[in-house]
């Protein structure tokens, strides 16, 4: 396994690499936007919100769960939802959060809720694509 940053490797080298590292926000937010995220049509709701979902042995599989990683291991804080606690990191606008451990999940969830400045979670967005 090779040890360094997600975006140091080939295709061929990030299928077969999930100990990949993201060092920062930054570079999650740069890794994210390498994914197509679906709105999740059957939780708009309840709980509306997009997410990212790939099949083994893709470039896909590999930044979704480093990105997973990163929720695991720097999480902003863990939020309970339908009685499950689930990590969560707030990044470039929106919320992110792990649905299982970061190496063997194929899912990143986010919505489009953010931290304001004084550090309350502004869920307004989120809120407007209920129905």
Known sequence: MIYGSIFDLSGAELMENINLIIENKQEFCKAASKLAFRFAKTYISTAPHEYAVTNDNTNNLSIIRTL???IEEHPDEAEIFWNVEYKVVFVDSYKYWQ??????????NRNWD??????????SITESYKI
Request: glycine share 4%; aromatic share 14%; no cysteine.
């Open 68 to 70: 997973n990683r990163f």
């Open 99 to 108: 649905v299982d451990d970061w190496n063997v999940t194929k899912i990143l």
């Open 114 to 123: 953010f931290k304001n400045e004084d550090g309350s979670i502004n869920t």
